[in-house]
């Protein structure tokens, strides 16, 4: 069973930055496309940006400009680089495969924006 450990978030002030990391476990990471994905309260988990097998990326409307996602397929690991960030981007933040394929759920990173 793979698992996803997802790390690099924090409190940051509006309009700064952050970078995630989501390292995966097993050997098929390299054939799947991998996504972001956060949930903020009260909120259902939406797809904030997704990267496929050959590096074809998806954004999400209210990221786009924003965030940048990328893999590196040797290090079995997932980025988002997210700039200009605003309050509103205050969730888990949280990795799987794009698009999703059944699989258990890591404990995702806290983001929080606020001055």
């Known amino acids: 069973q793979v698992q996803f450990v997802e790390s690099g978030g924090g409190l940051v002030q509006p309009g700064g930055s952050l970078r995630l990391s989501c390292a995966a476990s097993?050997?098929?990471?390299?054939?799947?496309?991998m996504g972001w994905y956060r949930q903020a309260p009260g909120k259902q988990r939406e797809l904030v940006a997704g990267?496929?097998?050959?590096?074809?990326?998806y954004y999400g409307d209210s990221v786009k400009g924003r965030f940048t996602i990328s893999r590196d397929n040797a290090k079995k690991t997932v980025y988002l680089q997210m700039n200009s960030l605003k309050p509103e981007d205050t969730a888990i933040y949280l990795c799987?495969?794009?698009?999703?394929?059944?699989?258990?759920w890591g404990q995702g990173t806290q983001v929080t924006v606020s001055s």
């Open positions: 799987n495969y794009y698009p999703t394929r059944g699989n258990s």
């Open positions: 097993g050997s098929l990471f390299s054939i799947y496309g």
């Open positions: 990267i496929t097998n050959n590096a074809g990326t």
